[in-house]
């Protein structure tokens, strides 16, 4: 496995900053648990509240409560504290997470509601934004009225995000940006953890050209599809860039397609379905996560080919979460290159760092390693997500 570490790149300012829901459905997570909110206004309560809150009341909203519900100050319960100016003791946080499109992102979340907890000393306002960026400015908006103390962000794509953390800043609310990069500036915000995409990228396609030169294929003309993440997202943007930069190095990798697959199990299995039916030559395809790579998998052995380390499409994958760990194992991923979700508690730290008015790192990379099919079934067991 190919180690990296986590990089400490620049210092940034103690303190400062930043930031701030909408079209379908808006999942809220109080520390009394669960809610969804629906886009026709009705609501519903998941089900998935925290243990230790069991014997509290289940959020009960309507389309007009999001604040209530966000700020815990549901009308319906009186009882529960009020937002920002908390008497518990408590530190307000609330995370607009992008949605819940792949396990990576569903690894990510428990990583962070496994850290925000009461018994660690926060109130926990979560709100998954259903992969729309409307909604997403509009949860931050909603922090922001609600005066929580910090908000994390996960941004869906890298641009637009300006305004409201303008106005985060104004409310002296510092922003912590996670996993995705944005294109606003970095004053607008108090600093970024998250994983170097670009670097990823390279990773596959060094990996990729070792593994022709191993196996003699370094001078044949290699026909390469890309199914890409989700449109504008620095996922998915870092990844191609980085795999290209590589790639146009080598001199006979053709870069037939790139398709959106939207990060997405379903998105893969359609966007590799079309690829089948309009490329006869297929040598590589890389899939941008996990789920995607799961999808093509799929439309690849209905179309009665073969892929993986003993079939005759290399699959690379993006992750290396347990599901595709399997999935090398059970000889359909040739390699999975890295995205370490485990950001909770390395937020939890910059936090308490800002809090005591020390400095952070402005920029913190996430460690992330590259795994073959080959080491899979030894490095499985010691895998946490
Ligand atoms: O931003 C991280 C990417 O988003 C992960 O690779 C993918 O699985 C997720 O949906």
Not at 29 to 52: C, N, Q, R, W
Not at 82 to 87: F, K
Not at 219 to 229: A, D, K, P, Q, Y
Not at 286 to 305: H, L, P, R, S, T
Request: hydrophobic share 40%.
């Amino acid at each position: 496995m190919i180690k990296k570490k986590i990089v400490a790149v620049f210092l940034a300012l103690a303190g400062m900053v930043a930031a701030g829901c909408g079209n379908s459905d808006l999942m809220v997570l109080t520390p009394y648990g669960d809610a969804v909110i629906k886009e026709d206004g009705t609501s519903a309560g998941t089900g998935a509240a925290h243990a230790s809150d069991a014997d509290k009341p289940s959020a009960d909203v309507s389309d007009s409560a999001a604040a209530d519900v966000a700020d815990g100050a549901n009308g319906q319960d009186a009882s529960k504290p009020a937002a920002g100016g908390d008497t518990s003791g408590l530190l307000h946080v609330g995370f607009a997470q992008v949605g819940a499109e792949s396990g990576w992102r569903l690894a990510q979340t428990q990583s962070m509601k496994d850290t925000f907890t009461e018994e660690n000393g926060y109130i926990f306002d979560f709100v998954d934004c259903n992969n729309n960026q409307k909604t997403q400015l509009q949860a931050l908006e909603q922090f922001i009225e609600n005066g929580v103390q910090y908000i994390i962000l996960d941004p869906i794509v890298e641009d637009g995000y300006d305004e409201v953390l303008k106005k985060a800043k104004d409310a002296n609310i510092p922003v912590i940006v996670v996993d995705r990069k944005i294109s606003a500036d970095a004053s607008l915000y108090a600093c970024w953890v998250g994983s170097d995409f670009s670097r990823e990228g390279k990773d596959a396609a060094e990996w990729l050209a070792a593994f022709l030169s191993e196996n003699q294929r370094a001078s044949e003309e290699i026909n390469i599809l890309t199914i890409l993440g989700s449109d504008g997202a620095s996922a998915a943007i870092g990844r191609t860039n980085g795999f290209e930069e590589i790639a146009q190095n080598q001199g006979g990798w053709n870069l037939l397609d790139k398709q959106t697959g939207d990060f997405t199990k379903d998105g893969g299995y359609a966007v590799m379905k079309a690829y089948l039916d309009k490329y006869d030559k297929i040598d590589v395809v890389v899939c941008q996560n996990d789920d995607e790579a799961f999808g093509a998998v799929e439309a690849i052995k209905e179309a009665g080919k073969t892929c993986g380390p003993d079939g005759d499409i290399v699959i690379i994958s993006f992750d290396a979460t347990r599901a595709g760990f399997e999935a090398m194992i059970a000889g359909d991923i040739n390699v999975d290159v890295e995205c370490n979700p485990l950001e909770g508690p390395f937020v939890a730290e910059l936090i308490q760092k800002l809090e005591k008015g020390e400095t952070v790192e402005a920029i913190q990379y996430m460690e992330e390693g590259v795994f073959a099919a080959e080491e899979a079934a030894a490095v499985l067991p010691s895998r946490v997500y």
